[in-house]
């Protein structure tokens, strides 16, 4: 996805993280789009020691783990798998564009590349990193996570970048299409399970940004479709992360086809290349505004 360069004042732009009030009140961090090349992993390697210090639950990158055709190769998947294996806390990866649908661009096969990712982030039901917890795991779509944690209810979907390998040939569509059915069905369950545990709160992981193109939102039609049926469903705060776009924001773009805003999502988009950080979200269940937002920029590494 292209980089969209954002100026300094904009990254301030979200509501401090507060300690949670309640016993069950938790943090757990957030991080995407990072690192694109050898600078920003530097920083990115130095970051994590440093995130280990920090009292988290667990931590969520959301997509895209490098960039251009580096982004695509075994060696890259390797070295991202044992980095975010070497976490302290359980760590949670959703697939991005980069690392999978763009690698057609590199010459390789999308498809052939989602493969091995599954082989070699999603071999087994637990999280990554060197401390892990149980997640459920949709069948045939082992990427595709749901877990809670004080009572909330968190899932990922795999939902990427750059049209969601929609319109480049059949073979590619028809695996669109069935992952947006399989996503689909998932979000639907990780909802039935809020609502017969009484969860307090959603919280919902993808990779793309739906919005950041009119192109891209006729793209993701069935996932926004899906996410506002969740929404209505589920009638409680929910949390929608993502990445793609390289801007942190808190906002709620989320609406009906006839402009109503959907008033119980909020969106939260990460920091991306070329600013090397992640975001820090305060859960307190026991409050009507379950969740507290602060973002934790590391470094700006500007290309020489």
């Known amino acids: 996805m292209t980089r969209r360069w954002i100026a300094a004042a904009a990254l301030l732009a979200a509501a ?41 639950a667990f931590v969520v990158h959301v997509g895209d783990i490098g960039h251009g055709a580096a982004a695509c190769s075994d060696a890259t998947y390797a070295r991202r798998k044992a980095q975010f294996d070497a976490s302290r806390h359980p760590f949670i990866y959703t697939p991005g564009d980069n690392e999978w649908t763009d690698c057609r661009y590199a010459k390789a096969d999308p498809i052939e590349r989602l493969a091995r990712l599954r082989e070699v982030f999603f071999a087994t039901p637990a999280s990554l990193g060197a401390s892990r917890i149980a997640t459920a795991v949709q069948e045939s ?63 919902i992981f993808v990779q793309a940004d739906p919005w950041y193109t009119d192109r891209q939102r006729q793209a993701f039609a069935t996932f926004l ?11 409680k705060p929910v949390l929608f992360v993502h990445g793609d776009s390289h801007t942190f924001r808190v906002d709620a773009p989320l609406a009906e086809p006839d402009g109503t805003p959907v008033a119980n999502v909020t969106r939260l988009e990460t920091y991306g290349s070329p600013f090397v950080g992640w975001i820090r979200v305060a859960v307190d269940p026991a409050d009507p505004q379950p969740f507290r937002i602060e973002g934790n920029l590391y470094a700006i590494v500007r290309p020489r």
């Open 141 to 203: 779509y082992p990427e595709n996570r749901l877990w809670t944690h004080a009572n909330v209810v968190f899932v990922t979907l795999n939902v990427p970048g750059s049209d969601n390998n929609v319109g480049y040939d059949a073979r590619n569509d028809a695996e669109a299409r069935s992952r947006d059915a399989a996503n689909a069905r998932w979000l639907a369950h990780a909802v039935d399970e809020a609502i017969a545990h009484r969860a307090p709160a959603l919280v």
């Open 16 to 56: 401090c993280a507060a300690p949670p009030r309640s016993p069950d009140g938790f943090t757990f961090g957030v991080m995407g789009d990072v690192p694109y090349n050898k600078r920003e992993e530097a920083a990115f390697v130095a970051m994590m020691p440093k995130l280990d210090e920090e009292p988290l």
């Open 225 to 235: 479709a899906s996410l506002r049926e969740a929404a209505r469903r589920f009638a």
